[in-house]
């Protein structure tokens, strides 16, 4: 803490500054304390800042959304000003030093305390991500070390500053020690990004040094996008896990909640309590808890520092770097401001030449993130002038019939990506060194047209919906087709069930689901999904009524539901535990996936093998096999009957992607190559290659497959029997990481800007028909789309599903 100078404020709305914690590149820090004694943490950012209006939108969107992020890690905003003359925003004060200061002073952390903050961050990524935001800047010095656990900060107003900050110099800033390849490239950062910038979070925090090195820009560039961290002073089991965050495709990282249960087994709650820090950490928290206990003797005690008269003392440098002699100062709660300390910041920018202390984050650019209101002008042509009303909540765990009519509700929060940037000094600067792009986490030599350029191409007019459904944020997962209806889920865990002929109104609502990102599985008469810890709950399909719950009890932890077989049997992921004592939440996991018997109440573990842990599972299911890519780029099939035992495995190279497709008896994987194998054998049948780029994602229905390709962007289509080419569609660039959506005359495939929507292909002639979008951003939050095969396609975008009809 620093005393306050004669130009701080001496009020700041309903609050009153007592000392300084902070200044760099938006503002200052102060610590505060309201009329009813809370202390908090405010932001008040610059004059020069504060007089640009389009800085000022962006703001106002990103201080919406961060106090819409919850979560027991995370500093939580409780007022802001993004309107006033001098916007401002308070976040609640958390006393304790950051990750870089409890290093800096004491060196590495114990791997038990590592493990635990590996869990505390990973549960604060989770409710980020759920709000549709991402991170991108997570590095040391955006942790700070509390008593009762870590608390991730800076999320959501990275993007008002990145915004401000490249449109006003175009350079690249960002503390390079920390960045994900995407950002090193330029390319957009997903969720994934900060699973990325966390395993080099916690490898800092086991070591001491950041995992990736190089003497100059370029060449810590290199290694971030190219090279291997360093994780040769990480002890176990910390390098395992790392290296599960470390994957260069993003595809293929571990997800934040499979990393908190590897972290911590029992549950992150388990281990972050007060002995979590060791002691020497744990003194620099109570000192400064301690220094904001009494925040009337602290202002007393800091008055005198602050005269009537005399010259201001010199501000941080605009920049947000460094001044030279000046003593490190503590972070507020909400800090983006990097303080002084020179080579004792660990995580400090490296290089010069315009590279500033925080990290831009890539290739989203502002535009913000919040509650906006949809323009006219992007209202859905078919969808009711005054919207669609919002659901009432039902009862935990009840089925409820559809509510009585209200008031149009208020526009749903609209989370907003903006249009991708060229990144041109980024690429331009790894051209030098690698001489490639990444396209999907894979080095590709890029030629050719890419779809980035190319003229749109004539379409006509897409279908007007029949029907709109508007509600809460729904879950990134399809919808699943039942006898004229669509069941979906959404957040805060509930099943909802709509009508194709008209779903404006859900015929049922049942509560008390996980957050699961998984379809509902229609088996044993029911609509199954999963509940908290290892229960499965099936509801009836027709009505919501709850049909059964089946808890498999404490050594099991389910995660997601993989696929269904045999009318009876489903197949999930998650965890094993092997508990070391006779306490709740001690023991280790063990990732597994079981075969789930509804009938018998029977879980049985296939032997997955331990290079699939973290690695997102998606296999194909039959009554017979399991199919998967696994996690050492091969294509793997077991037995569904005999516990998993491997049927065969076919090795296919660095390139595999994770997503497969069986039709019939055959396993469709991709990569630089589209591969049919003989579902029973694993024999080739056939196999076609991209003439450049790379197949990305596909789709199977009849007897034809279907492909996403790189470059150019667009959609094949082959024989499934003999691998001969039907057609290609050149499309505007799309978004390859989901399935293709099969319908009965057209494939859909969405748009790489989800506010640009998705795109209808003939499936006989591969002409593009059309292209349907509601004009909206919603940050990761991308379309799902489903068919039925009968004329039916629902297309999810956030909180609203589309119901078009098809022909």
Excluded at 12 to 41: D, N
Aim: with cysteine.
């Amino acid at each position: 803490m620093k005393p306050l100078r004669p130009e701080d404020p001496e009020q700041l709305g309903p609050y009153r500054p007592v000392a300084r914690l902070g200044a760099g590149g938006m503002g200052r820090v102060y610590l505060a304390t309201s009329p009813a004694g809370h202390t908090v943490a405010v932001k008040v950012i610059r004059p020069e800042m504060a007089e640009d209006k389009n800085f000022r939108i962006r703001f106002r969107r990103e201080v919406a959304a961060a106090a819409a992020v919850g979560g027991v890690y995370t500093a939580p905003v409780v007022d802001a000003a993004p309107d006033d003359e001098t916007p401002w925003l308070a976040t609640a004060y958390v006393p304790g030093p950051t990750l870089a200061e409890a290093v800096a002073a004491h060196g590495p952390l114990p791997v038990e305390t590592v493990l635990a903050l590996g869990a505390g961050v990973a549960e604060a990524l989770i409710a980020v991500h759920a709000e549709g935001l991402v991170h991108r800047d997570l590095k040391p010095s955006n942790v700070l070390l509390a008593a009762d656990g870590p608390r991730v900060i800076d999320f959501g107003i990275v993007r008002a500053r990145d915004g401000y900050e490249l449109t006003g110099s175009g350079a690249l800033f960002g503390s390079l020690d920390y960045m994900c390849p995407e950002q090193a490239t330029g390319d957009p950062v997903g969720p994934e990004g900060d699973v990325f910038c966390l395993g080099s979070v916690l490898a800092f925090a086991a070591s001491g040094h950041p995992p990736f090195g190089g003497a100059a820009v370029a060449a810590l560039l290199y290694q971030v996008v190219h090279g291997s961290a360093d994780l040769t002073q990480v002890p176990e089991p910390l390098d395992k896990i790392i290296s599960l965050c470390h994957t260069k495709d993003p595809a293929l990282r571990i997800s934040p909640d499979r990393l908190s249960a590897a972290c911590a087994p029992g549950g992150a709650e388990q281990v972050l309590t007060e002995g979590w820090l060791p002691a020497r950490v744990a003194a620099m928290v109570a000192e400064r808890r301690a220094a904001a206990t009494d925040l009337d003797r602290l202002a007393r005690t800091l008055a005198p520092a602050r005269p009537s008269a005399g010259p201001p003392a010199p501000e941080a440098p605009a920049h947000g770097g460094y001044e030279p002699g000046r003593a490190p100062v503590e972070r507020a709660a909400y800090d983006t401001v990097d303080d002084a300390g020179g080579a004792a910041d660990p995580d400090r920018a490296h290089g010069a030449g315009g590279v500033g202390d925080r990290a831009a984050g890539g290739a989203e650019d502002a535009g913000g993130v919040g509650p906006t209101a949809d323009p006219p002008e992007q209202r859905v042509p078919g969808a009711p002038a005054g919207g669609v009303e919002r659901t009432e909540p039902v009862p935990e765990r009840s089925a409820a019939p559809a509510p009585a009519p209200a008031p149009a509700p208020a526009p749903a929060p609209a989370h907003r990506r903006a249009p991708e940037r060229s990144g041109v000094g980024r690429r331009a600067l790894l051209a030098v060194t690698a001489g490639a792009a990444l396209v999907g986490g894979t080095a590709l030599v890029t030629r050719g047209r890419t779809g980035g350029g190319q003229r749109a191409p004539r379409l006509g007019p897409a279908p007007e919906p029949t029907w709109v459904y508007r509600g809460g944020p729904l879950l990134q997962a399809p919808a699943v087709f039942h006898e004229g209806t669509a069941l979906m889920k959404s957040r805060p865990g509930t099943m909802i069930c709509l009508d194709l002929e008209n779903g404006a109104r859900p015929k049922w609502v049942y509560q008390g689901i996980s957050l699961s990102p998984s379809p509902v599985l229609l088996v044993y008469g029911a609509a199954v999904a999963l509940g908290t810890g290892a229960t499965l709950i099936g509801v009836d399909p027709a009505d919501g009524t709850e049909r059964f719950t089946l808890d498999f009890g404490q050594d099991f932890q389910f995660d997601q539901l993989l696929g269904g077989y045999d009318g009876y049997a489903v197949s999930v992921l998650g965890a094993k535990l092997q508990r070391r004592s006779t306490e709740q939440g001690v023991a280790t996991s063990t990732s597994a996936v079981f075969g789930v018997d509804l009938e018998a109440r029977r879980a049985l573990v296939i032997p997955i093998d331990p290079e699939d842990v973290g690695i997102p599972l998606q296999p194909v299911v039959t009554s017979d096999y399991f199919v998967y890519a696994d996690g050492l780029r091969n294509i793997s099939v077991r037995y569904t009957r005999d516990g998993g035992s491997l049927r065969w495995r076919h090795p296919v190279g660095y390139d595999l992607r994770p997503g497969l497709a069986v039709l019939g008896g055959t396993v469709f994987a991709i990569g630089s190559e589209l591969i049919a194998l003989d579902l029973g054998t694993g024999g080739l049948r056939w196999k076609a290659k991209a003439e450049r780029g790379m197949f990305a994602s596909l789709g199977a229905a009849g007897n034809t497959v279907y492909v996403t390709g790189t470059d150019p962007y667009g959609v094949h289509a082959f024989n499934a029997a003999n691998g001969s080419r039907r057609w290609f569609c050149e499309t505007p660039r799309i978004n390859v990481d989901h399935p293709i959506a099969v319908g009965a005359h057209a494939v859909y495939v969405p748009a790489f800007e989800n506010r640009n929507g998705f795109y209808a292909i003939d499936t006989a002639s591969g002409r593009l028909l059309w292209n349907f979008t509601d004009g909206r951003e919603t940050g990761v939050n991308d379309w799902q789309l489903s068919c039925d095969g009968a004329g039916h396609l629902v297309a999810q975008h956030f909180d609203r599903a589309y119901g078009l009809p098809v022909t």
